[in-house]
């Protein structure tokens, strides 16, 4: 009997077309930089995705993962990370490692990324899926993210995938002067602000970039 969620391998054309729908769907819906669509090709989010979602993982909606969490729908993704503008040099923070996905596509633009999850199950999972893909410049850490990573700040990037009510004072301390945060901002169960903030030598400057929803930035380590 087929497991759930298996099915007859794609032929080698379907895949293909696949993946170029999937990036053409992108393109459509803004994702316009060069630099993010190559890593959004190279890094397959099937992988990312398991069981009975996992066919889905081509189609622009956010899925179940473990613990009750979710992988975000890829053109946000893919929205977000082009907000970023991620140059070879940096060092990255994401807070929300979820499936990895993110982190794998970060991995793909910076120098090296640091990714926490406040849920060892799911860190564990991404870890082992980083090493099978060979993105070695990713670390995982079990944390609760909301306190960053002060052994490794400045950060030249923060992203945080989880929604908090407000940017946590501590990541705003860790962005580097000159660097940028993207965060959405708002209570959970509401549409949340996508936002942006950038550190300058003499204080932040925030702009509205769109409506998303995340789940919550919660406190705390997960009991998974
Ligand atoms: N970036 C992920 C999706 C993240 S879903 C991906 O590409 O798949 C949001 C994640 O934020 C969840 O896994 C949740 O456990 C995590 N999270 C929520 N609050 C957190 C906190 N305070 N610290 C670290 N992770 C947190």
Redesign the pocket.
């Known amino acids: 009997m087929t497991p759930p969620g298996s099915e007859d391998p794609l032929s080698p054309e379907a895949l293909a077309e696949r993946k170029m729908q999937f990036l053409f769907h992108l393109r459509s819906k803004g994702v316009t930089d060069s630099r993010v669509l190559t890593a959004m090709e190279k890094i397959d989010r099937g992988a990312?995705v398991r069981g009975i979602f996992a066919e889905r993982a081509y189609e622009d909606m956010p899925l179940p993962?473990a613990?009750g969490?979710?992988?975000?729908q890829p053109s946000i993704?893919g929205l977000m990370t082009q907000a970023l503008d991620v140059q070879p040099r940096h060092k990255v923070l994401?807070?929300?490692?979820?499936?990895?996905?993110?982190?794998a596509i970060l991995s793909q633009l910076a120098r090296r990324v640091y990714t926490?999850?406040?849920?060892r199950t799911?860190v564990r999972e991404a870890r082992k899926l980083f090493e099978t893909l060979d993105l070695t410049n990713i670390t995982t850490i079990t944390?609760?993210?909301?306190f960053g990573l002060p052994e490794q700040a400045p950060f030249d990037r923060i992203i945080l995938?989880?929604a908090a009510e407000d940017p946590p004072s501590p990541l705003m301390r860790q962005l580097r002067v000159g660097g940028v945060m993207i965060l959405p901002v708002g209570q959970s169960d509401t549409l949340q602000s996508l936002i942006r903030v950038t550190r300058h030598e003499d204080g932040y400057d925030y702009d509205e970039l769109r409506t998303v929803r995340?789940?919550?930035?919660?406190?705390g380590l997960?009991n998974e």
């Open positions: 990312f993962i613990c969490q979710t992988i975000s993704v994401e807070i929300g490692t979820g499936s990895g996905y993110q982190a926490i999850d406040r849920f799911l944390a609760d993210g909301s995938t989880a995340f789940v919550p930035l919660l406190e997960g």
